[in-house]
Structure formats: structure tokens, C-alpha cells
């Protein structure tokens, strides 16, 4: 059975490392590394318009879950243990707080089925759906230490925040929280997460893959992805 992630980030030999390390060991990750393996797929500035975009991921998601085995597919913009984190500061709807008292936490998209590709748990409410449109109320899930941190005592399903100080910045609904992951390091605690949905803002990603023998060429004007170098998916080669 095969996963299939894609990321926004350039992948780095490092991360391969890590990864490595975390299968077997003692510790809990947060997710499943086991037969996870990374590849990049370049989306073009001219897909820059959001439909154009979305219908791009819709055609490469498609046809990455239609490929024997393949359990899931999906993206992100950091990828746990190779990359560096942005971060943001959040309001929370009816406290009062000045910029300066505003939580900072690590802000990530989430694209496609990546919790499911991941092995990310949804641990109360819900996960992303392609009903949380773009003309839709904008939705955020909170990873376990959010949820922990600034509502200690509440359900944070339902709660509203806002990125930024900006009072024409939409709110967010939280309306899922998922399991913690060390992103930084194998060694260091969770921190404080907040996901956004792909569909809901500007994303661009590359690619991530669910298992060694799957692999990314790219041949002539094609885009080739191969299961045990036979060619299993083509897309045309999208040019900048």
C-alpha cells in the first residue's frame, strides 16, 4: 500500500536521513514514514489564476490515486523534518489582545488528502473537504498544541481566528484538530500549528511520492511519472 505527498518545498538530502531514522525508533513523529518518499512537481506561474490552478490539482490528484496501491495522495507547503517553518501571529475571536499579545503559531496549507497521506489523525471534528470552496467561509484546522495552548479549557471546533492584525482579514473557522508531528526535529517537542486550505488561497506545490519505486522523470515535453520505470501517468510538461 503506497502514499503519495506532494510538497512546496525543494527536498533536501538531509531529510532523507531523518526520515530514515524515524522508522523504528521509540518516539512517536506524528506520522507514518514508512514507504514515504519524495518527489517535486513544478506548477507554473501561468497557473498563477486560481481556477486554472485548481484544475491542474484536481487532474495530477486524480491521477496519482488511480495508481495501484496507492492509499492516498496529497500537499503541503513544509514538509515535517526538511524545511523551514512560517510562522504567523493570530487573533482570537472575542479576546481582547494587542498585536504584541498575539499568539504566534507555524502556519502550513494543506492540499489534497495530505492528513490521510501523511498518517495524520483527525482527532476531533473534521478534515478539509472540496465543499470548503473558495466562496465559501474560510476553514483552518489546529494541530493538538494549538488546540492545547489557546484553549485550554474550551473545544476549539468552532472557535474563530484571524490571521494577522488586519481587521479586513476574514476570520477562520477551526473546524478539526489533527495529531501533533515533530517538524523541526525528531528531537524537538510539537509546536503550535495551524493549517489553511489549499482551495481557499494561493498555493503553488511540488512534489512528494509514497513509495521508492515510484518515481518523477521528466522525458522531451512530457511529464512521466513510472511504477518500476514503466510509465504510468502522463501529463504534458507545463512550461513557465
Not at 473537504?129 to 485550554?152: F, S, Y
Amino acid at each position: 500500500m503506497r502514499r503519495i505527498v506532494l510538497v512546496n518545498d525543494r527536498m533536501q538530502t538531509k531529510y532523507r536521513y531523518r526520515l530514515s531514522a524515524a522508522v523504528g525508533r521509540s518516539f512517536d513523529p506524528g506520522f507514518k514514514p514508512e514507504n514515504l518518499l519524495t518527489l517535486q512537481v513544478q506548477v507554473p506561474r501561468r497557473l498563477a489564476a486560481a481556477d486554472a490552478r485548481n484544475a491542474f490539482y484536481a487532474d495530477l490528484f486524480g491521477r496519482l490515486d488511480s495508481l495501484p496501491g496507492v492509499v492516498a495522495s496529497g500537499g503541503t507547503t513544509r514538509l515535517p523534518l526538511g524545511s523551514t517553518n512560517v510562522s504567523t501571529r493570530v487573533m482570537i475571536d472575542g479576546r481582547a489582545m494587542t498585536p504584541a499579545e498575539m499568539p504566534e503559531v507555524e502556519m502550513r496549507r494543506a492540499v489534497h488528502n495530505y492528513f490521510q497521506a501523511m498518517g495524520m489523525p483527525i482527532v476531533r471534528g473534521r478534515g478539509f473537504t472540496n465543499e470548503d470552496g473558495p466562496g465559501t467561509q474560510p476553514v483552518a484546522i489546529v494541530n493538538q498544541t494549538m488546540a492545547r495552548r489557546l484553549w485550554p479549557d474550551e473545544d476549539p471546533v468552532g472557535k474563530r481566528v484571524r490571521m494577522g492584525s488586519n481587521p479586513d482579514t476574514p476570520w477562520s473557522t477551526v473546524i478539526g484538530v489533527v495529531g501533533d508531528l515533530r517538524h523541526a526535529a525528531l528531537d524537538a517537542e510539537p509546536v503550535a500549528e495551524f493549517y489553511i486550505w489549499y482551495l481557499q488561497g494561493r498555493c503553488t506545490v511540488e512534489g512528494k511520492t509514497a513509495t521508492i519505486p515510484l518515481m518523477l522523470d521528466l522525458r522531451g515535453d512530457r511529464l512521466v511519472v513510472g511504477w518500476n520505470r514503466e510509465p504510468v501517468i502522463e501529463m504534458q510538461r507545463c512550461q513557465p
